[in-house]
């Protein structure tokens, strides 16, 4: 059906879309309207297309939500396979205007921990946002690439208790400022202020701050220079090839 659709005209296939995103919603029924808007309309990037006709957003068929404390901001993305999971004790997710969540991306919250995604930031797909014990609070039209992850908590690691016994412990939350790029695969731990304008490189594991308008990359990440500045040497503009292209 899907692939048919492509031979019908535009106007067509758009008015088609505006009939069943009216309809569509987080209920059964709501998201088998979704599902039947989907048929005219490309995968991927134009889901964008859909989230735009209603305030509603998109909200895949193929994503699973099981939270009762799910806000969403108007026109959002939740893509294919997105999973918004609820543990006990979980805090709030908040899902500001505009952000997009590509696929296979998990958002879960529990031992009171919270999430909140500011407007207009786009996570790409198989980023990982666990909240336990302490938040994630990441801020406006920041780029997130695939693979990034976000622990604002850790296991103990006394000898004498298992691993799996061991209880949870924070040094504190997540904070990301506003218009920060994370490239491919970093990691973000607990107790991590990103300041706004930052960018770290792909590979990068974040456990200490980095401040805003500057450029970090490595195990652990360091700065290695201001937005602005020239690259000092050849690793400085390898780092920042890797985290572009990354993205």
């Known amino acids: 059906m899907a692939a048919s659709m492509i031979r019908v005209p535009w106007r067509v296939r758009l008015l088609w879309m505006r009939f069943w995103m009216a309809c569509s919603g987080r209920g059964p029924l709501g998201r088998l309207a979704t599902g039947l808007a989907t048929w005219a309309c490309p995968p991927y990037y134009g889901r964008l297309t859909l ?142 202020r990103i300041g706004d304008g930052a960018v770290v490189a792909a590979g990068s594991v974040v456990t200490r701050d980095v401040p805003a308008g500057a450029i970090a990359a490595g195990v652990p990440a360091r700065v290695i220079r201001m937005r602005g500045e020239r690259p000092r040497n050849t690793a400085e503009l390898s780092s920042r090839t890797t985290s572009t292209e990354a993205q």
């Open 51 to 192: 989230a735009g006709l209603t305030p509603r957003g998109f909200i895949s068929p193929n994503a699973t939500i099981y939270h009762e404390k799910l806000q969403l901001g108007r026109h959002v993305v939740v893509d294919d396979g997105v999973l918004i999971y609820q543990d006990t004790d979980g805090g709030e997710v908040v899902l500001d205007e505009g952000v997009h969540l590509w696929r296979q991306t998990t958002i879960q919250t529990g031992c009171g921990g919270r999430v909140r995604i500011g407007k207009r930031t786009h996570v790409q797909s198989h980023c990982q946002f666990s909240a336990y014990v302490s938040a994630i609070e990441v801020g406006e039209y920041c780029q997130i690439a695939p693979f990034c992850c976000f622990f604002p908590y850790d296991h103990g690691v006394r000898p004498e208790t298992p691993i799996h016994k061991q209880p949870l412990e924070s040094q504190g939350p997540i904070l990301i400022g506003n218009d920060v790029w994370l490239g491919t695969g970093v990691i973000v731990l607990s107790n991590v």
